[in-house]
């Protein structure tokens, strides 16, 4: 297990958890932005906290590990090399989340849905919708992060995190930081090129 401290020395070393005013992929508004990829881009980093939830879900047996893209996908594999299984990843199609690419599930399947971050856990639920609406068995869901601060519930399925963070969220017309007119960034987009 890793403790918390070392998990949070992790994340401010590699400048993974970032101050600001940011818009959340929810559409949510926060003065925190918990940036994966920057700990992801460290093979070695990435494979031991995936290690990890690979090691709280071994009894479970997953079959494959599913992430939504864009932000599972480097969890998805990891968790899976670490299991031995399959790794997949689920895609955004107009609004709605596919598995493409050939990609198929069987009865069989077993899958354990990850994530890099959690805040509203629609993504997790969407793919645990996709999974058994395809016939397999949604064994759980990991998250290396909750920033919901423990809120976000799965109820009727397993779900661990590596580390839960309480970071206040707003919808944009009741969010502090804009009535300050603070400007707003929105992480994980391109920058307009100019």
Known sequence: ???????????????????????????????????????????????????EL????????????????????????????????RAMYTERVDAEIQLRRGFHLTSEDRVLIVEDTVTTGESARKVADLIEALGAKAVGIAAIVDRSGGRVRFPGRRYTRLLSLTFDSFPPHECPLCSEHIPVTRPGRPRPSG
């Open 1 to 51: 297990m890793i403790p918390r401290k070392k998990l949070l020395d992790i994340l401010r070393g590699h400048h993974a958890l970032q101050r600001g005013h940011f818009e959340l992929s929810s559409g949510l508004h926060s003065g925190h932005y918990f940036q994966c990829a920057q700990l992801l881009q460290h093979p070695k980093i990435a494979a031991q906290l995936c290690q």
């Open 54 to 85: 690979a090691r709280r879900f071994r009894t479970a047996k997953p079959s494959i590990v599913i992430g939504p893209a864009i932000g599972g996908v480097l969890v998805a594999y990891e968790t899976a090399r670490a299991l031995g299984v």
